[in-house]
């Protein structure tokens, strides 16, 4: 590049800063605000090509190395045109004399190409940019061929330039709208970006500042990442008069060594939210690293989009450089966005079907954080808020689902937070249940640490492989039932105390024909006329499995799952009372007051029914919402009782309802928290 003699200075300012802790509200899950993002980002309303989204492909793009000259775009009028070249190395995997690349033509014109690109065409109906080149090349071969383009002065979802402030937001596939490249999660290749604008910019991107240099009224970034990225983590965060801080991480492997975490920010957000957020990454950072292998790049940060920018809503995890909401110095989007460093840009999702090692372990991630900062019932509670949100919305799909590595799916559908943020987070949960927790974490560190996966892609057969390896057990059952089919197992338990052979009768019966059976270990407490409690486990394999257990104390009553570990699910567990067939003919239908009442979180609903009648148990709010159903099937004649935990319900007048056959009738009970 040609620069003027006149003046050359560096133009990159770095501001020391002290870190200093301060109180922080947690208003929102940070896997709300990551997929509040995703949801309301701009979607082309054109058709872009469906093409698939697999690992393999019949060439490697080594390296992009970009040129843009961006200066115009933070002047008046603020247009979002600009001139690029793109450089691409490429290393080939099968004979070939013509690449394809993705390039939207509604952003994109393509001038020329040269090096070994000797001819170009571009689909429209596909978006699919054709480059034939100078010869044939063999596997193995390794070419150059570079692209002059320009970006149209358009709003495409992906360029964005307005008010002095220029950010590219590129997830899924809307880094073809401003480069183009072979736009898909598995092509991870190295980048060098060399940006021309204002001296008055300041200019953040991948990986590792080369140099900024100034001339005249010019100032040039060179951005370099020595580590591959997946196209849709590549970005540029610049604005004139943006704000930087910095604060350094060492390296537990050498404290010589230290890692520049940085901090763009706009004047007018809340200084004290972003030292705070400065003081919690280092040891966020730490635990991180305990957790998944030592944070894996040679810099990070966070950048804070202008107000009005177009980026309103929570937060992308672009490789090295976050970008962050105004003034979105907020702990939980904070932990959430940084886990993707490790899960999503240290090990980026193979295809779009595997978006859930992205989201489902960052907002895991989240609860960890909590853990670390306030303890297991901080992360308990933070889980079982997951759970509420999955299992009050939950839409009714897998989380996996092989077809999304064909047919990129709607942003609505890949970023629905029930499913892909909530569900996968209380999977993992769940599968450190049934690890215990020095498996579950030595699994997962084995995972994050394999050289096979790290600063590279993996699928979700991948981790299961993995994780079943490390863990010396084949976990494909587990991951079977809860990441490739749809729902989650409603309970409908049964149990019956024999008091002269001091013995628990229990049945665990999952409801529901076309519901599929989820195998599970499971918990049950028993509580006794004297002394302590006692937790049993079993591994209930088959629908309508039964227990017996006999004691030396006599039991007075059993709880299913006492801690609501299996936290993806519905449950009931009714006491049957042991009726003499003689007796049956005096019994009637009767709905006794709960007890205790007013309760909290738990209380217990008896009820008798006289007949074998489908019987529903329901309990709803003040305004006639249903919030619980305890009973839902054929009862046989008997006396019953149902343990009910309000745990997730607000404090608050609640009414029971017993429907059996004609039978009728309603009782009130308080929740008093």
Known sequence: MMMSNKLVLVCFAVLFTVSVSISQERPLKGAEYCSLKRLKQFEMLMKESASPNSPRHSFDVLNYTLY???YNNFLLPYPKSFAATNTITFKVDSTLNSIQLNASHFSLVIDSVALAGKTFSLDLSSDILTIGLDTTYKPSDTVRVRIYYRHKDITDGAFYASGGMVFTDCEPEGARRWLPCWDRPSDKATLDLTAKVPASVKLGSNGKLVDSLRADTSCYYHWVSRDPIATYLMVISAKVGYNLDIVYWKKPSNQNDSIPIVFYWNTGESVGSLKYIEARILPMTDRYSALFGEHPFEKNG???MASGSGFNWGGMENQTLTSLQYNGWNENLVSHEFAHQWFGDMISPGTWADVWLNEGFATYCESLWYEYTGGYASYKNDIDNDASGYLGNNPGWPIYNPQWAVITPSINTMFNTEITYYKGACVLHMLRYTLGDSLFFASIKGYATDSNFRLQNSVTDDFIQKISAVSGQNLSWFFDEWLKQPNHPVYQNTYSIDTSAK??????????KSQPFFSMPVEIRFSFA??????????????????GFTFTRMPTAAVFDPNNNIVLKVATTVEVTGIRREDIASLRFELDQNYPNPFNP????????????????????A?????????????????YTVRWDAGNLTSGVYFYRLQAGQFSETKKLVLMK
Do not use: S
């Open 530 to 547: 004297d002394g302590p409690d006692t937790t049993v486990r079993v591994m209930n394999t088959a629908n309508g499995q039964q227990y």
């Open 602 to 621: 738990t209380t217990h609903l008896r009820f008798t029914i006289a007949d074998f009648l489908f019987t529903t148990l329901k309990v709803y709010d």
């Open 623 to 639: 305004l006639g919402k249903e919030v619980a159903t305890l009973v839902n099937g054929e009862m046989n004649p008997g006396r």
């Open 503 to 512: 013995a628990v009768n229990f049945k665990i019966q999952q409801t529901g």
């Open 302 to 304: 966070f950048a804070t």
């Open 68 to 70: 843009l000259n961006i």
